[in-house]
Nanobody
Framework: QLQLVESGGGLVQPGGSLRLSCAAS????????IGWFRQAPGKEREGVSC????????NYADSVKGRFTISRDNAKNTVYLQMNSLKPEDTAVYYC??????????????WGQGTQVTVSS
């Protein structure tokens, strides 16, 4: 059964850090780009970051550039999102998604259940 399971969310103060993990099962991560999206209450879903299958290509939303870093460990079938200098506006449910292709082309087919990130003092 194909699954993407996010973990690592929680409550953090502004300026703090969290590392989200996306563990894949039921398929080999090596062949697919993986993305992170987020959705805050009352707001549209937003693409946060994406990494190509090899890890050689990444992209970020302007709102997180310089603060978030996406990486992957294909041997562990896991993708990570390191989030630093967190702001209250980063509060959202974060989802990892599987790309249809090896490169980030905005096409995704499987979604995880999401993990809540709350940035508040």
């Amino acid at each position: 059964q194909l699954q993407l399971v996010e973990s690592g969310g929680g409550l953090v103060q502004p300026g703090g850090s969290l590392r989200l993990s996306c563990a894949a099962s039921g398929f080999t991560l090596d062949y697919y780009a993986i993305g992170w999206f987020r959705q805050a209450p009352g707001k549209e879903r937003e693409g946060v970051s994406c990494i190509s299958s090899s890890g050689g290509s990444t992209n970020y939303a302007d709102s997180v550039k310089g603060r978030f870093t996406i990486s992957r460990d294909n041997a562990k079938n896991t993708v990570y999102l390191q989030m630093n200098s967190l702001k209250p506006e980063d509060t959202a449910v974060y989802y990892c998604v599987r790309g249809r292709l090896a490169y980030c082309r905005g096409q995704y087919d499987y979604w995880g259940q999401g993990t809540q990130v709350t940035v508040s003092s």
